[in-house]
Every structure is written in structure tokens, then in C-alpha cells.
């Protein structure tokens, strides 16, 4: 079983900073690799929306909104992917979720998504 977990949201003042961290686990330590790493977000009464993708091939792309403010990164050892979140404003504000598609022996390339945490940002 494939786990992403994220951490690192907040309540934060417009022009302030973030890092969200999603870190992939699979139960009995069964190997996996990881393929992409999305970071999405959902405001209240909006749309879904891709925030940043990276690539196992190193490719990494953003939404129109976030270039140049947010990075997205990959950590080998930890296996946890990082968005990191700078001049942030209150149209940011929303849950942020990690969908990985994460290849194991058993499953083959699946998707799957984290929890979610918070992201507030006040003006």
C-alpha cells in the first residue's frame, strides 16, 4: 500500500513563505519508485487546479499564476517531494493535495493522492 502524506500548511501573511513536503511510504518497506509528483489545489467554490508537476526525467512545469514564486523539488534520500511557496497571496488560500504516480511490482504506475493540508494566506 502506497501512502503520500503531506505536511507544511499554514496561516501565513500575504508576501510570506511556505514549504509543503509530501512524502511517499509504501507498507513493508515494498519498492517503489516514483514517476511524477503533482501538487494540486482546491479553493472553496473553485475548481481543482495543477499547481506544479515534476518528472522522473527532470522536467518540472507550473501554473501560469505561481511561476516564479513556487519551486518544486524532489528529496532522492527522503523520498518526499517539497513545494516550496514564496511571496505568497491571498488568492493562494486553498487545500493543497500531492498526487503521485507511483510505480510498485505489485500495482504497476498507479495514482495516488494525499490528504490534503491547508493553506491560508491573509492579506
Known amino acids: 500500500q502506497v501512502q503520500l502524506v503531506e505536511s507544511g500548511g499554514g496561516l501565513v501573511q500575504a508576501g510570506g513563505s511556505l514549504r509543503l513536503s509530501c512524502a511517499v511510504s509504501?507498507?513493508?518497506?515494498?519498492?517503489?519508485?516514483?514517476?511524477?509528483m503533482s501538487w494540486y489545489r482546491q479553493a472553496p467554490g473553485k475548481q481543482r487546479e495543477l499547481v506544479a508537476r515534476?518528472?522522473?526525467?527532470?522536467?518540472?512545469n507550473y501554473t501560469d499564476s505561481v511561476k516564479g514564486r513556487f519551486t518544486i523539488s524532489r528529496d532522492n534520500a527522503e523520498n518526499t517531494v517539497y513545494l516550496q511557496m514564496n511571496n505568497l497571496k491571498p488568492e493562494d488560500t486553498a487545500v493543497y493535495y500531492c498526487d503521485g504516480n507511483i510505480y510498485t511490482y505489485s500495482q504497476g504506475s498507479v495514482w495516488y493522492r494525499g490528504q490534503g493540508t491547508q493553506v491560508t494566506v491573509s492579506s
Open positions: 515534476w518528472t522522473s526525467v527532470g522536467n518540472t
Open positions: 509504501t507498507s513493508g518497506g515494498v519498492f517503489f519508485k516514483i514517476n511524477i
